[in-house]
């Protein structure tokens, strides 16, 4: 089972971008040497409190000229908003420069503030989305591409450069919903999979789906499904649980209410959903956060939880969000990014 880190580039209270931009690069060195599998890299815009991540795409660039094995990916780039050939152009470069250690998550966002702010609609994301797949799978193929679609018109355009790796990189779509589950096993795609809006039963039952559909298209193996997870990694027990605490709980505060306003953005469907997920995060006691939402303990109880994860989900990779709620000092963040690479991975390798 491979192992990565969830990246955000956090803004903390009082502090500037510049220093943002030290905390995580100085995280990316550390998991080059300490031999992570990777760092996948958020999409968030005019968060000016809470990330300065706006552009992954130039950040996976400074990441991949400053490490030589450690690989790169997107969680995720949202395809909506922005032109799909600029996307295919940007990722192909990435993964030149990297020489083939670059991923691709992709998706569309589960909210739509910055949909709002770019002036798109959210209810076209969807349409957007599938448009855009479309486009950058033709793109990359390296002939003269054309496209008449509802939302984007191209006419004889052949890119440059090509992807390093052949066909294309990795491809990982984020599923949040229970439709997209099926709908993402049929094409035969990874999936990129969590738990702040699903319990762990829930995610199960979505998996089956997903890998239902998968082998019913005919493709080979069984899926391959990545869980991001918020990580915690003390010496102690009393550490690994206390010490994230307050973290954590402004975590799920801040995702409840981002479910709670854009329940009425996507019909009544996905209101009802929404609500329902907002309610619920409301009502989490620590004790259901730590059995249902979060991988917090020593190293040897992580690797028991890990263990248990793998065994009753089906997991491929673990994402490790390390900082979830983003008020755990860095020197700790560090900590558990140590004891996660030195004594938890070697047994999943």
């Known amino acids: 089972m491979d192992f990565g880190m969830f990246m955000e580039f956090g803004r903390r209270q009082g502090a500037s ?20 599998d990777e760092a996948w890299l958020a999409e968030l815009h ?27 990916g997107m969680a995720v780039y949202v395809l909506p908003l922005n032109h799909p050939l600029r996307i295919a152009e940007e990722a192909a470069t990435i993964d030149q420069i990297s020489e083939g250690r670059f991923d691709m998550g992709i998706g569309r966002s589960g909210f739509a503030r910055a949909y709002d702010c770019y002036g798109i609609s959210y209810a076209e ?23 008449n ?9 052949t ?29 035969g795609r ?44 003390g010496q102690t027990t009393a550490e690994a649980l206390e010490e994230p605490w307050e973290s954590i709980n402004a975590y799920f505060g801040r995702m409840g209410n981002l479910y709670r306003e854009s329940a009425g953005r996507a019909g009544i469907d996905a ?7 907002a309610d619920r995060l409301a009502g989490l006691s620590y004790d259901q956060m730590l059995e249902t939402k979060v991988a917090f303990g020593t190293g040897e109880e992580l690797v028991e939880r890990f263990t248990q994860l793998k065994e009753d989900l089906g997991l491929d990779n673990v994402v490790a969000e390390l900082n979830a709620g983003g008020l755990i000092p860095a020197d700790r963040v560090m900590r558990s990014l140590k004891i996660l690479t030195h004594q938890v991975m070697p047994e999943f390798k």
Request: aromatic share 10%; charged share 25%.
């Open 17 to 36: 971008d510049a220093d943002a931009f030290r905390e995580g690069f100085a995280l990316v060195d550390a998991a080059e040497s300490w031999g992570l």
């Open 46 to 72: 005019l968060n000016p409190t809470r990330s300065v991540l706006s552009s992954p795409v130039m950040t996976a660039c400074s990441i991949a000229t400053r490490t030589k094995r450690l690989r790169v």
């Open 125 to 147: 994301s969807r349409d957007r989305f599938r448009e855009a797949l479309d486009i950058i799978l033709g793109a990359w193929k390296g002939e003269p591409f054309s496209y």
């Open 149 to 157: 679609g509802k939302y984007f018109h191209i006419d004889n355009a």
């Open 159 to 187: 890119l440059s450069p090509l992807p390093y790796q052949k066909p294309h990189p990795p491809l990982r779509i984020a599923a949040t919903t229970a439709e997209s589950f099926p709908f993402i096993g049929a094409q």
């Open 190 to 233: 990874p999936i990129f999979v969590g738990l702040r809006g699903m319990d762990i039963p829930e995610l199960r039952r979505c998996l089956k789906e997903y890998r239902r559909a998968w082998k019913e298209a005919g493709h080979p193996g069984n899926g391959d499904a990545a869980l991001r997870i918020p990580v915690y990694a």
């Open 271 to 277: 209101t009802e959903l929404r609500q329902g997920r």
